[in-house]
C-alpha cells in the first residue's frame, strides 16, 4: 500500500528565513514518481513539481528546491528567503502506477505561515 | 486559456436533496477525478474516469454518483446517501496515470 508522511503539520517561520518541508514516502513500486502541490487560501491546488524515481538529481527553481533521496524514502522541498505569499499548505503526493491504478496518496499536509 | 472549471464555488443543500457539482476541462486531458477534502485533511478521491463512459470508485464513493458522457466533463452528483456531505470538493484532470493533475477552484458544499 502507497503511504506519504508529512510529519510537521504547521510551520511558521519569519520572512526571508529559509523552511524545509519534510516528506516520507512508502512505497512497493519499483518505478514511481513524486509530486508536491501547494494549495493557498483560495483553496486550488497549484501543481509545483513532479520527480521521477530515476532522477535523484536535486531540482532548483528559483527560491523553490527539491532534494529527493531514494535511500531514505524522502522528497523534501526547500524555500530560500521565504515571502508572505509562500503561506498555504503544502501537500506531497505519491501515484500509484500498478495494474492500472489511478490512485494518487497525498499527504496530510503541511501549513506554512510565514510572518511578516 | 486551458483549465479546469468548478460550479458553483459555494453550493448549500438541505438535508435530503441530491446535488450535482460541475466540473469542466479543456485541457484534452483522458483522465479526469474528484477528491473530497475535510478540514486538515489530505485529499481523497471519490472517483476517477480514464475515458469517456468509463468510471471508477475510489477510496470514498459511497454517496456518490458520477457520470463521463464527454471528454470535457466529469459531473458529481451528491447524494442524500452520503451522510456527512459537507466539505471542500475539488474536480483534476491529467494527460495519464503518469503525469501531475491538474486542479479546478474547487466548490464548497454545505449541508443545511
Known amino acids: 500500500a502507497q503511504k506519504v508522511t508529512q510529519a510537521q503539520t504547521e510551520i511558521s517561520v519569519v520572512e526571508k528565513e529559509d523552511v524545509t518541508l519534510d516528506c516520507v514516502y512508502e512505497t512497493r513500486d519499483t518505478t514511481y514518481y513524486l509530486f508536491w502541490y501547494k494549495q493557498p487560501p483560495s483553496g486550488e491546488l497549484v501543481f509545483l513539481i513532479r520527480?521521477?524515481?530515476?532522477?535523484?538529481q536535486n531540482e532548483i527553481s528559483g527560491r523553490y528546491s527539491w532534494n529527493f533521496q531514494k535511500s531514505t524514502s524522502s522528497f523534501n522541498f526547500t524555500i530560500t528567503a521565504s515571502q508572505v505569499v509562500d503561506s498555504a499548505v503544502y501537500f506531497c503526493a505519491l501515484p500509484s502506477i500498478g495494474a492500472g491504478s489511478y490512485q494518487l496518496t497525498f499527504g496530510k499536509g503541511t501549513k506554512l505561515s510565514v510572518i511578516p | 486559456d486551458g483549465g479546469i472549471t468548478q460550479s458553483p464555488k459555494y453550493l448549500f443543500r438541505k438535508e435530503g436533496q441530491n446535488v450535482t457539482l460541475s466540473c469542466e476541462q479543456n485541457?484534452?486531458?483522458?483522465?479526469m477525478y474528484w477528491y473530497r477534502q475535510d478540514p486538515g485533511q489530505g485529499l481523497r478521491l471519490i472517483y476517477y474516469s480514464q475515458i469517456v463512459n468509463d468510471f471508477q470508485k475510489g477510496d470514498i464513493a459511497e454517496g456518490y454518483s458520477v457520470s463521463r458522457e464527454k471528454k470535457e466533463s466529469f459531473p458529481l452528483t451528491v447524494t442524500s446517501a452520503q451522510k456527512n456531505p459537507t466539505a471542500f470538493y475539488l474536480c483534476a484532470s491529467s494527460k495519464d496515470r503518469y503525469n501531475e493533475q491538474f486542479f479546478g477552484p474547487g466548490t464548497r458544499l454545505t449541508v443545511l
Open positions: 485541457l484534452n486531458h483522458d483522465a
Open positions: 520527480r521521477n524515481s530515476f532522477d535523484e
